[in-house]
């Protein structure tokens, strides 16, 4: 039983389908995170309230899953938001579901699924539909994709608050990249918006979302994978304009990572930070500093670490920090050795008792997409032998996801509807946008080719996508037109390498000790462009500006 609730919680497991199935009754399952206020407030309002606590203990077997240790259910039964309230059949299907439930509207709820259950029984269940239709529609990659999202991005574009849709309003980071080469002024005036509103000007760190749609309304969980996102897409606005207003806003929460979300005893990045209690961010910074610090989730997963490193590492190529480098090297050092085997990335960092038992322990394509991201991002800027790491992710991840043409989330069975195949956009780009890189990286076209197959695979709703799925087009782009190129001959920290690294945009790769370069000597390509070579920084720049003109 929760602590905090009168409700008796089961673990998610077969044992819980059981249990409902013998005694003919649905599941409630709650999906809850740690960082979650809302999910705490139901805790605290509507579970922990005598009469519906034993109403859910006498007619459902009530479930509680942890949405950053089941990215899977949470995939499947997410109802939009969190705390998602889903009541199943015994065999898994939605009978219906909500969002946040107040005691008088969680009342209603229950009267009414025991009411459907009664009469339709596990007949009323349903297969969400992207569980049902499994085959995307497919077709050829265009370069109308990236016009229809710029399209999208123009079209959502908030111009009196900044960033894109009304409310609530995201920092979408791949948007603001996507933006940043395509239309810069639109994609500054949104990093603006971000950094003024959604940054903690007091601790550093970016909160996760405003609920409102002049980005009041502020949302005080501050999460890993979030803000290693935007200290890469502020890193690239700082390559991209040359000025500190977008350098800060990486610089300070490169400073939060290190501190607040450092995990010193794993050697790892923690989880996330809790909201803490509201009345503290309206506090002066010295009456702040005094207050009680918002709980840390300490518990280190591989996904959001790659992240970091990813984020850590492209402030550093720009910057020289010592700082991003020293920590994103130490957590890339327990990523490797800790939760890295034979290219399949574990879940989350836990004993290996722990970890044998649960159904995390699977290979999963988001950890497996973001592990070669920050791979690629090594090689090309620290260690040119984290390639070989980064080949084994990659073959891993098409021997054991790949379906057809593009990848499932994970592999295996699974309780309830983790056992139906899942194809998810978003994580299938991601991974698509690393093999694009590591094409570059190993000369191997396979890579590449298998990308292009991916995204294909997707291509024929394309015209559909959001703007959250900006990346999607970044990538699409990158796959027709083929990424500059900047090869050099030393290895990475020469003076030729980090000049390299901080010309042109931010979807160029950079390959150091490049095969076939002498030491001392560089070189920029496009496609079938390949420019003279390059003995100094001014030459290497002189070579892109003609490769890209």
Not at 15 to 24: G, M, S, Y
Not at 200 to 210: Q, V, W
Not at 418 to 429: A, E, G
Request: with cysteine.
């Amino acid at each position: 039983m929760n602590d905090s609730t009168r409700v008796e919680w089961r673990e998610w497991g077969q044992d819980a389908f059981d249990e409902a199935e013998v005694a003919d009754v649905p599941v409630l399952c709650a999906l809850t995170a740690t960082w979650c206020d809302h999910c705490h407030e139901m805790d605290a309002e509507t579970y922990a309230e005598p009469r519906i606590a034993a109403h859910i203990n006498d007619g459902f077997v009530p479930v509680r899953v942890d949405v950053d240790s089941h990215p899977r259910v949470r995939d499947r039964y997410n109802m939009g938001g969190f705390p998602s309230t889903v009541f199943l059949a015994p065999d898994g299907t939605v009978l219906t579901g909500a969002g946040y439930l107040g005691p008088d509207g969680m009342r209603q709820v229950l009267d009414s699924v025991r009411t459907m259950w009664e009469t339709k029984g596990a007949g009323a269940g349903r297969v969400p539909r992207p569980l049902r239709e499994d085959e995307p529609p497919a077709s050829e990659l265009s370069t109308d994709i990236e016009a229809s999202m710029l399209g999208q991005l123009t079209e959502s574009y908030d111009e009196v608050a900044g960033g894109w849709g009304t409310e609530p309003k995201f920092p979408l980071p791949d948007a603001l990249e996507f933006a940043l080469k395509r239309d810069r002024e639109m994609a500054l005036r949104s990093f603006d918006a971000v950094g003024a509103n959604l940054l903690d000007e007091y601790e550093g760190g970016f909160y996760r979302f405003a609920a409102e749609r002049d980005w009041a309304g502020l949302q005080h969980e501050k999460l890993l994978d979030s803000n290693g996102a935007l200290v890469r897409a502020f890193a690239n606005a700082y390559l991209t304009t040359g000025r500190n207003e977008y350098r800060e806003p990486a610089e300070r929460t490169v400073e939060f990572l290190t501190t607040t979300l450092w995990n010193d005893d794993d050697e790892a990045f923690a989880n996330s930070q809790a909201p803490g209690e509201p009345e503290a961010y309206g506090l002066e910074p010295t009456e702040r500093e005094a207050a009680d610090d918002p709980p840390v989730d300490e518990r280190v997963f591989a996904g959001p670490n790659a992240l970091a490193v990813e984020g850590l590492l492209t402030y550093y190529a720009y910057t020289d920090d010592k700082r991003a480098r020293r920590y994103a090297e130490r957590a890339l050092s327990t990523l490797r050795t800790e939760l890295l085997e034979d290219g399949v990335a574990r879940h989350r960092l836990e004993s290996a008792a722990e970890d044998e038992s649960s159904e995390e322990a699977t290979c999963l394509l988001s950890n497996q997409a973001r592990t070669l991201a920050a791979l690629t991002t090594t090689a090309s800027t620290l260690d040119a032998d984290a390639v070989t790491e980064a080949e084994a992710v990659a073959d891993a991840t098409v021997d054991r996801l790949r379906n057809g043409n593009s990848f499932l989330d994970s592999e295996g069975d699974g309780v309830g509807l983790c056992d139906r195949p899942l194809r998810p956009l978003d994580t299938n780009v991601a991974l698509a946008d690393g093999l694009v890189e590591l094409a570059v990286l190993t000369g191997e076209d396979r890579y590449r080719r298998i990308a292009r197959e991916t995204l294909e695979e997707f291509a024929g709703a394309s015209d559909r996508f959001g703007v959250q799925m900006a990346r999607y087009a970044t990538v699409a782009s990158r796959l027709l037109e083929g990424p500059l190129v900047i090869r050099v001959g030393d290895e990475p920290g020469s003076e030729l390498h980090r000049a390299a690294l901080r010309l042109a945009d931010h979807e160029k790769v950079v390959v150091p000790a490049a095969g076939g370069l002498e030491a001392g000597i560089a070189r920029a390509e496009r496609g079938e462009r390949v420019s003279a070579p390059a003995e100094t920084p001014e030459q290497l720049s002189e070579r892109v500006q003609e490769i890209l003109e």
